[in-house]
């Protein structure tokens, strides 16, 4: 392969990328590097993100462009501020020999004021979110009538976030005799009527046919039902100490949920989605990048802005619509030519979207177990151990100390003692684990049906003005009933009573347990009821049960540290650490 200094860009653009620890080019670089020094026609660039496309556009540009001249040159749209930032980031450190060349990113929500003051002081290389761009154009504070190369960049993105009309204004503003470079992950319909609007014969380059990690990555599922998707996802986390994740959801709602339940748990995570504030953005993805959180809970968009190389994970805890979606996702890890894991969590009904992402990845899911409580046990144990091994002792601090506390514990053997400093840890993993069922599910359904025979039906009276949930009448169903893993099946929740129901075997116990309880200051009745027919609603619906507030103390099973989520054993934790506990209480976000 050949070398930075192999591909035409000058002395002072090499030397920048050697001190950035930039040793040889990837396939995207090697191919556009030279085609954008050497010739000005349009470049149509399929490369995904982690291939290190922001070198290849930016550097050729960079060796271009006339820092005698303090009008604008080059224009680089991008979907997201995160990304713009990022990008004008490594162009300042590309061109850092180059004092001369000044690069900006504009981008909504901060001050435009400053920006036109940064603008008006001459700056040849502008990157810019769509709107902000289109903003400052209509004002005339941006002139594009010296523009001589623009650069689309994550194409497919900024159309897919409703960008079309901007990238349209922009295109149409910018003079016909520049180069334009459009580099998209993707190619749908709208991406390809770009460049056939707005380009003239472009020259179409492929890194290959996924970015340079993804031989690097291994794809695997672990499949479970609906309701064991969260407590799967902590074995997981269990099972990697050291995990690195991005946890994909679909929703913003989803993403803020599992991330609120993580942090209840006990797992260093956080929340990125599109209703927190920017500030709030800035400062989760600050603490992700330096590894104050292990584990980040994010929607597609939200991410998109984040430059991280070293992910262990990339976690589906849904798969996404779109296969091409799924490429996104997975090549966060395995960048830079390190190995990533991309695992998605489905369900035996989601098992059909397997095969388009396979084809579109070419290559093949592998199933993996969803590891039993023993194999986590095993891991932390040995975490623990070589934490043991490694610690560094303060033997000043210590020394005094040491005498009475060899004294005290003069008894006991070498053996014993290891025995029992590993078990004040490890005991609270053991006993969490302890008789942890099995979450694997191979095609079982993900329910039993209502009117499942084996089940029985239950009215509460305890509906949504009690804040009832599904998850929080899992949670008070397994709170007082003395055995664990029971079947529930269908639950109902309507507003002022709910409907349930439960393994018929334990269906006196749960009377016996369950009535004369106390949910959110009212006394729990439940009541044997008919079955469900058909779809309908239950018969008992007509019967108006009046409601009397019982008061008495109340019991709270919504939040804390408990999970009433679904799986009835891993309710909750107690050896795990927030490891940015010096960040203070922890924000909560709804
Ligand atoms: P990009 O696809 O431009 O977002 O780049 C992905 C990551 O790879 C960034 O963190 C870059 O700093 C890094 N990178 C890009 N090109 C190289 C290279 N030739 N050698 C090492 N790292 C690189």
Redesign the pocket.
């Known amino acids: 392969m050949s070398l ?1 200094k192999d591909l035409g860009l000058s002395q002072e653009i090499v030397d920048s ?1 050697i001190e ?7 396939e995207i ?1 090697n191919i556009s590097i030279p085609q954008i020094l050497s010739s000005k026609n349009d470049l149509k660039a399929f ?10 556009f930016s550097l050729p540009i960079i060796q271009q462009v006339n820092t005698k001249d303090k009008n604008t040159q080059a224009i680089i749209l991008s979907p997201t501020r995160e990304l713009a930032i ?1 990008i004008a980031k ?1 162009i300042a450190e590309f061109s850092k020999n180059i004092p001369s060349l000044k690069v900006l990113a504009v981008y909504g929500g901060s001050s435009i004021e400053d920006q036109i003051r940064a603008l008006n002081r001459g700056v040849q290389i502008v990157v810019g979110t769509p709107g902000r761009t289109v903003d400052l154009i209509k004002r005339r504070r941006l002139a594009l009538d010296n523009i001589q190369w623009l650069v689309l960049d994550e194409a497919d993105e900024m159309l897919n976030m409703g960008f079309k009309e901007e990238l349209d204004k922009i295109l149409e503003s910018t003079p016909s005799d520049k180069q334009t470079l459009l580099f998209s992950a993707t190619f749908p319909r709208e991406v390809e009527n770009i460049a056939r609007n707005y380009m003239t014969s472009p020259i179409e380059v492929t890194a290959g046919q996924k ?1 340079v990690g993804a031989d690097n990555v291994s794809h695997e599922y672990y499949q479970v039902t609906d309701r064991n998707r969260y407590p799967a996802l902590k074995r997981i986390a269990d099972v990697n100490p050291n995990i690195y994740s991005i946890v994909f959801c679909r929703t913003r709602r989803e993403t803020q949920e599992i991330a609120d339940k993580l942090i209840a748990d006990g797992y260093s995570a956080d929340s990125l989605h599109g209703d927190l504030s920017q500030a709030q953005r800035d400062m989760v993805m600050q603490k992700f990048r330096n590894k104050n959180l292990q584990i980040l809970v994010a929607t597609d968009v939200a991410a998109r802005g984040l ?1 991280v ?1 070293d992910l262990t994970h990339v976690i589906n805890y849904k798969l996404p619509d779109q296969a091409e979606n799924y490429t996104h996702r997975s090549g966060r890890t395995g ?2 030519g390190k190995n990533g894991i991309s695992i998605a969590i489905i369900t035996g009904k989601e098992r059909n979207k397997l095969s388009p992402i396979e084809r579109k990845i070419k290559k093949k899911f592998v199933q993996t177990k969803v590891p039993n409580g023993k194999e986590i046990c095993e891991i932390q144990l040995f975490k623990l151990i070589d934490k043991v091994h490694d610690i560094e002792v303060n033997e000043k601090e210590i020394k005094d100390f040491l005498p009475d506390i060899y004294t005290k514990l003069e008894e006991l053997d070498r053996e014993e003692l290891i025995k029992r400093f590993v078990s004040i840890e490890f005991n609270q993993f053991l006993s969490y684990y302890q008789d942890a069922r099995d979450l694997n599910n191979d095609d079982k359904p993900d329910r039993k049906r209502a009117g499942d025979e084996s089940l029985t039906r239950f009215y509460v009276n305890l509906g949504k003005m009690d804040d009832l949930t599904p998850a929080r009448l899992i949670g008070l169903i397994n709170e007082h009933l003395k055995k664990r893993n029971v079947e529930i099946g269908q639950i109902e929740i309507l507003k002022s009573f709910s409907f349930f129901e439960v393994d018929k075997n334990y269906a006196d116990d749960l009377l016996e347990t369950l009535n004369g309880a106390e949910f959110n200051n009212r006394r729990v009745i439940i009541e044997l009821t008919a079955k469900k027919k058909g779809g309908g609603r239950s018969s008992r619906s007509s019967r108006g049960f009046g409601r009397k507030d019982t008061g008495g103390g109340r019991k709270d099973y919504g939040g804390g540290r408990k999970d009433y989520g679904g799986d009835k054993k891993e309710g909750h934790r107690g050896s795990r650490k927030q490891s940015d506990s010096s960040s203070g209480p922890r924000r909560r976000r709804r």
């Open positions: 930075f990328l950035l620890g930039y040793e040889k080019p990837t670089q490369a995904q993100t982690g291939t290190g496309k922001t070198a290849a990022q490594n970015n430059d190389n960048r830079a």
